[in-house]
């Protein structure tokens, strides 16, 4: 069977929504193919922050001395300067309006009094959606996508992109999970927005033979990198990816991200077997999950104490995944510090030294062994709070490579016509490794440039 739209974007996630949304709005008629059952990809089981320099949060809080071409510094330097200049500029400078817009126009609703400072960010700058998930995210992007009657085909997996005598991109073959074979065709132009690879073990290795089956993986079971072969297939240019990354704190028994673990970003502190710190907790990813697996049986433990706990309230807010954790017996509650040592087996006598060199480097501002960037907090008083975490797959930085426009590039430095794409199915922000917050002001800005476009093409 055969379907036409003038804009046909492939994959569910925070990209794909944006990129609708905003071509139904430039007044295409847009269908958007998802092959799981579900919307939301990564989006949807991400922690959902945004950063967005020189936000009203920031502004509320008396946070001062934040630029776009400060975020722009650390985008750049976080991935070793290998993300493009010009592209990781375009982020900069609207990542503020990408905010902006999922706030007034699709009335998301972001934490008013709280933000987030990820490894790698010389500012606190994210912006926390509440629930603090990217379920607010998708769940606001999917009622809009609604209310404009978008089409949007689940459990319909896109497989082969139609180019005509040009090599113009006019459409793409899907297949439903009934097996239904349908050929959409596209007037004006198709999206990419499959996401990443996280998922896809002999991609993985493919591409980087350390990210092998040693890893479990975060991400959800479509990032299978669809996009980026579909692309391969037109001539599409790929670029970083052999550049995969691993989020340093997740679940040792399924390898899902801890949230819980969020705490870290309000001072918990990380210590391994031995009762030591081993790593600045606000390191980047690359080099904290590097340090975690350099450590005895390549685990963490992560502690930190009621008092942490009552700013972020990653108890409380990512309750399920508390309860299951202390199920599984990877989290515990411990009244003491020798309590805590005790449940996990670490040396009682260094587990307290390192305690008290943290409580007075707390109180002088001066962590002398680690120079944590935030400043440490005192872990005087407890009850605390310890859990045993992995480093897990977690996003491919690698991918297609777009222009300004979001349309993509040949192996030969031409543009494909017809063809767009956002989000992590691309290559060309995140260099060597992406920072904490700066996924999601990635997708949506890009989304919706995207987007725009594809519709403004006749
Ligand atoms: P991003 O963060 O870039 O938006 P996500 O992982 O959130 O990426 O979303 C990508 C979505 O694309 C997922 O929901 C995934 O299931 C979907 N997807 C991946 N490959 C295909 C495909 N071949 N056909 C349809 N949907 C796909």
């Known amino acids: 069977a055969d379907q036409t739209y003038d804009v046909v974007v492939i994959g569910a996630g925070g990209a794909g929504f944006s990129a609708a949304i905003e071509a139904k709005k430039a007044g295409a008629s847009v269908v958007i193919l998802e092959k799981m059952p579900t919307v939301g990809g990564n989006t949807l089981i991400s922690g959902g922050e945004m950063n967005a320099p020189n936000n009203w949060v920031q502004r509320a809080l008396g946070i001062t001395g934040d630029s776009a071409d400060l975020f722009y510094e650390d985008t750049m330097k976080g991935g070793d300067n290998l993300g493009t200049p010009k592209m990781v500029r375009i982020l900069a400078d609207n990542a503020l309006a990408s905010a902006e817009w999922l706030r007034d126009d699709i009335k998301v609703q ?6 987030f400072q990820f490894g790698g960010h010389s500012k606190q700058r994210a912006l926390i959606p509440v629930g603090q998930t990217g379920a607010e995210m998708i769940t606001k992007l999917k009622a809009k996508a609604d209310t404009d009657k978008i089409v949007i085909k689940t459990n319909m997996k896109a497989e082969t992109l139609l180019t005509n005598d040009q090599g113009k991109v006019t459409g793409v073959t899907a297949t439903s999970s009934t097996g239904d074979k349908i050929t959409f065709h596209a007037n004006k132009g198709v999206v990419l927005a499959t996401g990443g690879f996280g998922s896809n073990i002999e991609m993985r290795k493919k591409y980087n033979p350390e990210m092998d089956e040693k890893y479990m993986s975060t991400d959800s079971p479509g990032s299978t990198g669809d996009g980026i072969v579909m692309a391969e297939a037109v001539g599409a240019e790929l670029t970083n990816m052999k550049y995969i990354q691993t989020y340093p704190v997740c679940n040792p028994v399924t390898g899902v991200i801890s949230l819980v673990a969020d705490s870290r970003f309000d001072g918990a502190i990380l210590i391994n077997q031995k009762g030591k710190r081993f790593v600045e907790e606000l390191e980047r990813r690359d080099v904290i999950s590097k340090a975690i697996l350099a450590q005895p049986g390549g685990y963490t433990y992560q502690l930190w104490n009621q008092k942490i706990a009552d700013i972020g309230k990653t108890n409380e807010v990512h309750k399920d995944e508390y309860d299951q954790m202390i199920k599984q017996g990877v989290l515990y509650k411990a009244k003491t510090i020798e309590d805590a040592a005790k449940f996990f087996k670490i040396d009682v006598k260094t587990l307290k030294a390192t305690i008290q060199k943290v409580n007075k480097y707390a109180k002088t501002g001066k962590d002398l062994d680690f120079h944590h960037r935030a400043g440490l907090k005192s872990l005087e008083k407890g009850p605390y709070y310890i859990q045993k975490a992995v480093p897990s797959v977690h996003h491919t930085m690698g ?36 920072l904490g917050g700066n996924a999601i002001a990635d997708i949506i800005t890009f989304g919706r440039i995207a987007g725009q476009n594809v519709a403004a093409k006749n």
């Open 110 to 115: 972001f934490l008013p009094d709280h933000l």
């Open 399 to 434: 991918g297609l490579v777009i222009d300004e426009k979001a349309r993509v590039i040949n192996e030969k430095g031409e543009i494909i016509s017809g063809l767009y794409a956002a989000g992590e199915v691309t290559g060309v922000i995140h260099g060597t490794n992406r």
